[in-house]
């Protein structure tokens, strides 16, 4: 584009844009960004248009959290450690070599101004020592109440049953760089796929209208579905249907630029040297709809606007369960794999200890939030571009004079800030 603008003759460009910008707000996720005065407070990493600038400016975590699973990290709060019933070990062997892998040690959480993190420690991830984690033997799964006694499942997916009085809102399960995912309670959801009225064979992503989140019994837990394409007929009358993915699917990598793992979107890294799994959800695929109040989603009303309450504080539940292939072929919800342990700890094969329960996780809000500079990569790109092009302009878009030295310029690093 930067040479489509000098071949054209033009005076020159407008780079959009220089820094990220917190405050702005895109269509697909404004609804829920929400009291609107308060956005500036906070970072939604789901919302591309917050993310625009050459140089990042990003939640101050980003500077200790890295997701590397190293275990000197400053910053965490201990949730859960070794409160099993067995006395800190496994609950429920499997009686193979991958039994350390299920066997839970501790659960830590922290958070900045744009997510919650997470670090779940186990005995030894690699037990095959082929320098990976075993997730053909183990799959973890955390289940999330972010409106403990208000809304949700009281059951949670791929395992076997265990009760949960207070509701679960959320489930993520760890299968694997390539299958993992945060999914969301369907009592708690607030979209639902619908067919359009007169056209049953034409169906569109929209709001429960008049809607309230309740705390059930029956339900399931489904993907978070974002629908960018909306469907639309051309000129000629051709039917174009609607785009649709899963935005829940949590990308695998670490934020250290040093790393053969590095990836800037990274959610979550599992470290085999430390036995350390490191996860960071984005506030808005949890329905906080401000985490610098605490304010999360609570219905919609009839109108499409989003109502919100205060949050006590979040509740986490651990497992680890050996994935049975005969298992996985039935219905998340009718799985029933066996429970291998827990955090905090179990009673019983699908009894938790429910008074541990009790302790939640509530961040502090702020009104002024920190954050950090960053150049991003796309800065040398950039920098690289506006230097190969020639150095006398060309008048009114005829072929430029190379009056300059013919030596190609060598693309310079990005000052370090």
């Known amino acids: 584009m930067s040479r489509n603008v000098y071949d054209a003759g033009a005076a020159g460009g407008i780079i959009f844009e220089w820094l990220d910008e917190w405050f702005r707000r895109s269509w697909i996720v404004h609804n829920f960004e929400t009291p609107v005065d308060r956005k500036p407070f906070w970072f ?16 101050h975590g980003a500077q200790t959290h890295r997701l590397t699973g190293e275990p000197s990290e400053p910053g965490w709060t201990n949730l859960y450690t070794d409160l099993k019933a067995a006395g800190g070990s496994i609950f429920q062997k499997v009686g193979d070599r ?19 993190y997470l670090r779940m420690t186990v005995a030894k991830l690699d037990n095959d020592n082929d320098g990976q984690p075993d997730w053909n033997h183990v799959n973890y799964l955390i289940g999330i109440s ?8 009281t059951y949670l997916p791929f395992i076997a049953p265990v009760p949960f009085p207070m509701g679960m809102t959320y489930a993520l399960q760890l299968a694997g760089p390539e299958a993992s995912h945060l999914l969301i309670a369907s009592s708690y959801d607030p979209y639902h796929v619908v067919a359009v009225e007169g056209l049953p064979y034409q169906t569109v992503l929209s709001l429960k209208l008049d809607w309230k989140p309740r705390l059930e019994d029956a339900g399931i837990f489904e993907a978070q579905i974002s629908e960018p394409n909306r469907r639309r007929f051309g000129r000629d009358g051709k039917y174009f249907p609607p785009e649709r993915y899963e935005r829940g699917i949590l990308r695998y990598g670490d934020l250290d630029p040093n790393s053969p793992d590095y990836d800037s979107l990274a959610e979550w890294h599992a470290n085999v040297r430390s036995n350390v799994i490191d996860i960071r959800i984005p506030w808005n695929l949890l329905n906080v709809t401000d985490p610098s109040s605490l304010k999360i989603m609570m219905g919609i009303e009839k109108d499409g606007t989003v109502t919100t309450a205060s949050t006590p504080g979040f509740a986490f539940v651990v497992f680890s369960y050996r994935p049975l292939d005969a ?9 029933g794999q066996p429970v291998a342990d827990a955090l905090p700890g179990l009673t019983g094969p699908t009894a938790i200890l429910t008074e541990a329960l009790n302790k939640t996780y509530a961040w502090k809000g702020c009104d002024q939030p920190l954050y950090n500079l960053r150049i991003k990569d796309s800065y040398a790109v950039l920098h690289e571009a506006l230097l190969s092009l020639p150095r006398i302009p060309a008048p009114g878009g005829q072929k430029p004079e190379m009056k300059a030295a013919q030596k190609p310029h060598k693309a310079q690093k990005p000052p370090k800030y």
């Open 98 to 116: 991958y039994d350390p892998a299920r066997d839970l040690r501790s659960l830590a959480v922290d958070s900045d101004e744009g997510f919650l």
């Open 44 to 59: 939604d990493f789901m919302d591309p248009a917050e993310g625009y600038g050459l140089m990042a400016a990003e939640p």
């Open 327 to 335: 298992a996985a072929e039935r219905p998340i919800m009718e799985q």
């Open 146 to 153: 972010t409106a403990p006694k208000q809304a949700g499942m």
